[in-house]
């Protein structure tokens, strides 16, 4: 049995369970079958965005987690099976068929969840977006998403590190906080998008400087378009977002 309010945070434990106990009412089955047909047909379809609006504890959460359950399917075999056979045992025929279309053409979101009415309240939407894409990326992928303006903006912090330090001694310092890293190692990590690098020199940072160095982030389209690149790279063919308010 499941609260009548759900929370995300179930899903790594209980996902074939959510699966399988889910009620699909004709109501629910309608609105995955319009969904999933848009997904179906991304590029041509006029919805990009779908609202699921209602009293508390009317399942909104629950309906939100199912969607992203159908669309993490499509990219775990386990699950998949699992939906499949809920789907058959149901009679959803529709659903089943889309379902079989999404899986023949090999489309694969990566599925983004996020609870704003917990997180909000701590961060900016700006950073819950860049955190919760990076948690995705790393769940499903098991890489860290190596967003290209972080090297960029990193290589142009260690240009003025070069050039004109706010203290004289501050590259030394820095290069003395990499220990058995070397300077210029660090610098063609930037430069080939090496992910470790990032870590070597936020790391480095803290020790010479006592706090985390400052990465400016550029708007959330530049980091989505960023994003969605190195997704295609990865045979993904975008991003799923389902937004808990």
């Not at 990326?137 to 142009?156: A, F, H, M, S």
């Amino acid at each position: 049995l499941f609260d009548s309010v759900m929370e995300f945070e179930v899903l790594d434990q209980k996902a074939p369970k959510v699966l399988e106990d889910y009620v699909i009412t004709k109501r629910i089955e309608t609105a995955l079958e319009e969904f999933l047909e848009c997904v179906l047909d991304a590029e041509k379809a006029s919805r990009k965005a779908f609202a699921a609006i209602g009293a508390y504890g009317s399942g909104k959460s629950y309906f939100l987690i199912f969607s992203s359950l159908i669309v993490e399917a499509l990219i775990n075999p386990s699950l998949f099976i699992v939906m499949q056979r809920k789907l058959k045992r149901e009679g959803k025929k529709k659903l089943l068929e889309i379902l079989a279309k999404l899986k023949k053409r090999k489309i694969r979101l990566l599925p983004v969840r996020i609870d704003l009415k917990h997180e909000s309240s701590t961060e900016h939407l700006h950073t819950i977006l860049i955190l919760k894409l990076r948690e995705s990326v790393k769940k499903y992928l098991d890489i860290e998403l190596p967003v290209p303006y972080e090297y960029d903006e990193i290589l142009k912090t260690l240009k003025k590190l070069e050039i004109e330090p706010k203290d004289p001694g501050d590259l030394d310092r820095f290069k003395k906080a990499l220990k058995e890293y070397n300077y210029d190692e660090l610098k063609v990590m930037m430069e080939q998008r090496v992910p470790d690098g990032i870590r070597i020199y936020k790391e480095a940072w803290k020790i010479a400087f006592y706090q985390p160095p400052e990465i400016p982030s550029p708007p959330i389209p530049v980091i989505f378009s960023q994003t969605i690149d190195f997704l295609k790279r990865n045979d993904f063919h975008g991003i799923a977002f389902f937004v808990d308010e």
